[in-house]
C-alpha cells in the first residue's frame, strides 16, 4: 500500500498506537508524534482522541507539558457528550412515538454497545437511522418536541435517491444537533443495506436506556465502509471505532455476514486496507482467511481505490465518471441515481472554449425525465444545498428549473446568485436549449443574475434544462481563503 492510498499518515497511525497500546512501544509512539505534530496543530481526530491520550498518560504513569490543557478539552468533551444525549434521548422519544424502527449509528451505537468507553470518546453529533418510509411522521413528532426540521425540505421526493443520507435537527438556542438519517451509508443508496440494518438490529444501553444498535457485523461494515484513503481524519475516528468493537467482541463477529455485504458492494479496498491497518498498528488481529478473502485482486477495484486516495474536488470529469460506473457495477447507487454518460464525460473534456455546450444539453435533455414539483433540482455540477442557496461544484453544472406559463413561451428566467470573488473575471456560459449566452462578472463583483430563456421539456412536466460551463471555477483553499477544496463559481440564491 502506498502513502496516498494509505488510510492514515504517519502522525495519525503513531497516535492509535499510542493509545491502543501499552509499555515500551507505545511509549515510543506517544513521545514520536509528540515531537512530530504540535498541541496546537493537532487534526480533529486527534482531539477528539484527548480522552484516550489521559487515559494512556495514567496507565504508563507519564507526564506530559500540556497535561493540563488535556485535562481541560477532556471535561469540555465530557459537558458536551452530556448535554448532547439530552437532545438525543428526545428525538428518540419522538421517533418511538411516530412508531419508527430505527437504530443507532456510529458513535452512539458504539457507547450503547460498550457503555464502559463513554467518557473515552468525543461525539460532534449522534446519529439516528430511521425506517425512510416513517420520514413524514417522524418529522412531525420531531416538531412537536419542538425540534427545527426546516432542512427536511418536502419529504415526499424519494430519499434514497437523494445525494445525502440525513440531515440535522436542532433544539431553539442550541447549537448541538441530532442526525436522522434515512440511509445507513452517504454512498451507499441501494436500500438493501438499511433494511438489513433495520431488520437485525440488537439491543444495547445508552445512559441506562435499551436502545436499538446494528448487529456487530453490521456496526463493523459501517466503520469500515466510510474509510476511503483521501479523508484521513475520518479514517482515525472509524478505526478506533473498530479497534473497540474488534478488542472486546472479536469472536462474536458474523463473518460471513461481514464477508458478504463487503463482496455484494465491492469495498474488498476498504475492508482490507482498515484490519491490514490494524493488524500492523494495534493488537487485533482479524482472522488471516478472513484477511485473504477480502483482498481486492480485480483490476477495477484496484483503479477504483487509487481514484479515491484523490480529494472529490480534485477528481477530473473521468474519474468521477469511472466511480460512478463502479458503483452501478455493484449497485451502490441504487436505481434512481443520475449521472453523466461517458459521451457527455467526453463532450465536457474537449470542451475548450463553451463550443460543446449545446451538444452537452441536447445529450442530458434527451434522456432526463421526471415530473415537475415546482422546485429546482441539481442533478449535476452543485455542491451539497445551504439555507440560502447552492454553490455550483466543479467547470459544468446541470440543473433542472420550474417554468410560469410566461417562461414556456420564451420568456427569460432569472436566477439571483453570486459569485466567488477570485480577484478576476468570472465568465458563465449557458444554455437552455433555446440560445448560448456568456457572462462576465467583473473583478470585485460578487452579484449576478443568469438571464436566458430555457426550452419547456414535455419529459420534465414542461420544466426547463439549465446547463452551465463554469471555466474559472477555483477553490477557496487554492485561493488562500480557507480549507475549501471545492471548485466554485456561482452560488445560486434560494427564491
Same mark, same amino acid.
Given at each position: 500500500?502506498? %502513502?496516498?492510498?494509505?488510510?492514515?499518515n504517519?502522525?495519525?497511525?503513531?497516535? &492509535?498506537?499510542?493509545?491502543t497500546?501499552?509499555g515500551p512501544?507505545?511509549?515510543?509512539?506517544?513521545?514520536?508524534?509528540?515531537?512530530? =505534530?504540535?498541541?496546537?496543530?493537532i487534526e480533529?481526530? %486527534?482531539?477528539? +482522541?484527548i480522552?484516550?491520550?489521559l487515559a494512556?498518560?495514567?496507565?504508563?504513569?507519564?507526564?506530559?507539558?500540556?497535561?493540563?490543557?488535556?485535562?481541560? #478539552?477532556?471535561r469540555h468533551?465530557? %459537558?458536551?457528550?452530556t448535554?448532547?444525549f439530552?437532545?438525543?434521548?428526545?428525538?428518540?422519544?419522538a421517533i418511538?412515538?411516530?412508531?419508527?424502527?430505527f =437504530?443507532?449509528l456510529?458513535?452512539a451505537a458504539?457507547?450503547?454497545r460498550?457503555?464502559?468507553?463513554?467518557a473515552?470518546?468525543a461525539?460532534?453529533d449522534?446519529?439516528?437511522?430511521v425506517d425512510p418510509?416513517?420520514?413524514?411522521?417522524?418529522?412531525?413528532?420531531l416538531?412537536? !418536541?419542538?425540534?427545527n426540521?426546516? +432542512?427536511f425540505?418536502?419529504?415526499?421526493?424519494?430519499?434514497q435517491?437523494k445525494?445525502i443520507?440525513?440531515? %440535522? =435537527?436542532?433544539l431553539p438556542?442550541?447549537?448541538?444537533?441530532v442526525? #436522522?438519517h434515512?440511509?445507513?451509508?452517504?454512498d451507499?443508496?441501494?436500500?438493501?443495506? *438499511?433494511?438489513?440494518?433495520l431488520?437485525f438490529?440488537?439491543?444495547g444501553?445508552?445512559h441506562?436506556n435499551?436502545?436499538p444498535?446494528?448487529?456487530?457485523?453490521?456496526?463493523?461494515?459501517i466503520?469500515?465502509?466510510?474509510?476511503?484513503?483521501?479523508?484521513?481524519?475520518?479514517?482515525?475516528?472509524?478505526?478506533?471505532?473498530?479497534?473497540?468493537?474488534?478488542?472486546?467482541?472479536s469472536?462474536a463477529? $458474523?463473518?460471513?455476514e461481514?464477508?458478504?455485504?463487503?463482496?455484494?458492494?465491492?469495498?474488498?479496498?476498504? !475492508?482490507?486496507?482498515c484490519?491490514?491497518e490494524?493488524?500492523?498498528?494495534?493488537s #487485533?488481529?482479524?482472522? !488471516?482467511? /478472513?484477511?485473504?478473502?477480502?483482498?481486492?485482486w480485480?483490476?477495477?477495484?484496484?483503479?477504483?481505490?487509487a481514484?479515491?486516495s484523490?480529494?472529490p474536488?480534485?477528481?477530473? $470529469?473521468?474519474?468521477?465518471?469511472? &466511480?460512478?460506473?463502479v458503483?452501478a457495477?455493484y449497485?451502490?447507487?441504487?436505481?434512481a441515481?443520475w449521472?453523466?454518460?461517458?459521451?457527455?464525460v467526453?463532450?465536457?473534456r474537449k470542451?475548450?472554449?463553451?463550443?460543446?455546450?449545446e451538444?452537452?444539453?441536447?445529450?442530458?435533455?434527451?434522456?432526463?425525465?421526471?415530473k415537475?414539483?415546482?422546485?429546482?433540482?441539481?442533478?449535476h455540477g452543485f455542491?451539497?444545498?445551504?439555507?440560502?442557496?447552492c454553490w455550483?461544484?466543479?467547470?459544468w453544472? /446541470?440543473?433542472? #428549473?420550474p417554468?410560469n406559463?410566461e417562461?414556456?413561451?420564451?420568456?427569460?428566467?432569472e436566477i439571483?446568485?453570486?459569485v &466567488?470573488?477570485?480577484?478576476? /473575471?468570472?465568465?458563465i456560459?449557458?444554455?437552455?436549449?433555446?440560445e448560448?449566452k456568456?457572462?462576465e462578472v467583473?473583478?470585485?463583483e *460578487?452579484? +449576478?443574475?443568469?438571464?436566458?430563456?430555457?426550452?419547456?421539456?414535455?419529459?420534465?412536466?414542461?420544466?426547463?434544462?439549465l446547463?452551465?460551463?463554469?471555466?474559472?471555477?477555483?477553490?477557496?483553499?487554492?485561493?488562500?481563503m480557507?480549507?475549501?477544496?471545492?471548485?466554485?463559481?456561482?452560488?445560486?440564491?434560494?427564491?
Amino acid at each position: 500500500m502506498t %502513502a496516498s492510498t494509505a488510510l492514515l499518515n504517519e502522525p495519525q497511525r503513531l497516535l &492509535l498506537k499510542a493509545v491502543t497500546g501499552s509499555g515500551p512501544p507505545a511509549i515510543d509512539a506517544f513521545r514520536r508524534w509528540r515531537a512530530m =505534530v504540535p498541541f496546537d496543530a493537532i487534526e480533529y481526530s %486527534a482531539f477528539r +482522541a484527548i480522552p484516550l491520550l489521559l487515559a494512556f498518560l495514567k496507565r504508563e504513569g507519564l507526564d506530559d507539558p500540556d497535561l493540563l490543557r488535556m485535562k481541560g #478539552i477532556e471535561r469540555h468533551i465530557w %459537558a458536551s457528550n452530556t448535554l448532547r444525549f439530552k437532545q438525543l434521548f428526545l428525538a428518540l422519544t419522538a421517533i418511538r412515538r411516530a412508531g419508527a424502527p430505527f =437504530v443507532l449509528l456510529k458513535g452512539a451505537a458504539l457507547l450503547a454497545r460498550m457503555p464502559e468507553i463513554t467518557a473515552l470518546r468525543a461525539s460532534e453529533d449522534y446519529d439516528v437511522l430511521v425506517d425512510p418510509s416513517c420520514m413524514t411522521a417522524v418529522r412531525r413528532e420531531l416538531e412537536v !418536541a419542538g425540534f427545527n426540521t426546516s +432542512a427536511f425540505g418536502n419529504l415526499e421526493s424519494g430519499l434514497q435517491s437523494k445525494s445525502i443520507a440525513g440531515l %440535522a =435537527v436542532t433544539l431553539p438556542g442550541s447549537s448541538n444537533e441530532v442526525d #436522522i438519517h434515512w440511509r445507513t451509508l452517504p454512498d451507499l443508496r441501494n436500500p438493501y443495506l *438499511t433494511d438489513r440494518v433495520l431488520r437485525f438490529a440488537e439491543q444495547g444501553t445508552l445512559h441506562q436506556n435499551d436502545v436499538p444498535i446494528p448487529s456487530l457485523a453490521h456496526q463493523l461494515f459501517i466503520c469500515l465502509a466510510r474509510c476511503e484513503p483521501w479523508d484521513k481524519d475520518e479514517c482515525l475516528t472509524r478505526l478506533l471505532e473498530a479497534y473497540f468493537l474488534l478488542s472486546k467482541y472479536s469472536s462474536a463477529v $458474523d463473518w460471513a455476514e461481514l464477508e458478504r455485504l463487503v463482496a455484494q458492494y465491492g469495498l474488498e479496498a476498504r !475492508a482490507s486496507a482498515c484490519f491490514e491497518e490494524l493488524a500492523a498498528v494495534t493488537s #487485533i488481529a482479524v482472522p !488471516a482467511a /478472513v484477511r485473504r478473502r477480502l483482498r481486492p485482486w480485480s483490476f477495477l477495484l484496484r483503479k477504483e481505490w487509487a481514484i479515491r486516495s484523490a480529494h472529490p474536488s480534485d477528481r477530473t $470529469d473521468l474519474q468521477r465518471w469511472f &466511480l460512478q460506473y463502479v458503483d452501478a457495477r455493484y449497485t451502490r447507487n441504487g436505481s434512481a441515481d443520475w449521472s453523466l454518460t461517458l459521451r457527455e464525460v467526453l463532450l465536457v473534456r474537449k470542451s475548450r472554449d463553451g463550443e460543446n455546450l449545446e451538444a452537452f444539453w441536447q445529450s442530458v435533455s434527451q434522456r432526463t425525465s421526471g415530473k415537475s414539483n415546482g422546485r429546482r433540482k441539481f442533478l449535476h455540477g452543485f455542491a451539497l444545498p445551504e439555507k440560502w442557496g447552492c454553490w455550483t461544484d466543479g467547470h459544468w453544472a /446541470v440543473a433542472i #428549473i420550474p417554468l410560469n406559463d410566461e417562461q414556456k413561451n420564451g420568456a427569460p428566467v432569472e436566477i439571483r446568485g453570486q459569485v &466567488l470573488d477570485s480577484g478576476n /473575471v468570472t465568465r458563465i456560459f449557458m444554455t437552455g436549449g433555446i440560445e448560448s449566452k456568456k457572462l462576465e462578472v467583473m473583478r470585485g463583483e *460578487t452579484e +449576478a443574475t443568469l438571464s436566458l430563456p430555457l426550452q419547456s421539456l414535455e419529459t420534465l412536466g414542461g420544466d426547463g434544462l439549465l446547463v452551465l460551463w463554469l471555466p474559472d471555477a477555483i477553490s477557496p483553499n487554492a485561493l488562500g481563503m480557507s480549507s475549501d477544496r471545492r471548485k466554485l463559481s456561482f452560488a445560486v440564491l434560494r427564491n
